[in-house]
């Protein structure tokens, strides 16, 4: 049972973050849902927004991969570019789908769901929700 007691890891994999610039400003806060699905989605946006320079928009809207050990398969959505499975199958990668529910029981899930909140160059906040699951961004 997933009971919130002192000392209990939580089951769920909620990642929520805030993160700071040098002057402690906030530069970005995300978060997403999907269970699984949601450390591997985090950490892919974040790499894209941050690494990559892609605007948080389009970090958030690129195709998902998935891997985890068990069972050994790498779950990618059905827009991911189909010159990559080949490659992963070089470096032991048993077996990349599009069908998710090998990875969470539920065929064709939503590989997380990504809401941001990033300050741009003029130094305001915008807000951008996950076009998987529709929705639009609020806050003050």
């Known amino acids: ?72 398969t790498v779950v990618v959505e059905e827009t991911f570019p189909t010159t990559i499975g080949p490659l992963l199958n070089q470096y032991s990668h048993q077996y990349v789908t599009n069908d998710t529910y090998s990875a969470s029981g539920q065929s064709h899930a939503i590989m997380g769901v990504v809401q941001a909140i990033v300050r741009n160059q003029e130094g305001s906040y915008e807000a951008v929700c996950d076009y998987r699951k529709g929705g639009l961004p609020s806050g003050f």
């Not at 890891?9 to 997403?32: D, T």
């Open 1 to 72: 049972k997933d009971y919130k007691i002192p000392g209990k890891r939580p089951m769920s994999k909620v990642s929520p973050m805030i993160m700071l610039n040098s002057k402690k400003e906030v530069e970005i806060v995300i978060g997403a849902a999907g269970g699984f699905f949601i450390p591997t989605t985090l950490a892919s946006t974040l790499s894209f927004y941050l690494f990559l320079h892609d605007n948080i928009t389009t970090a958030i809207a690129r195709p998902r991969i998935h891997c985890q050990l068990f069972p050994p």
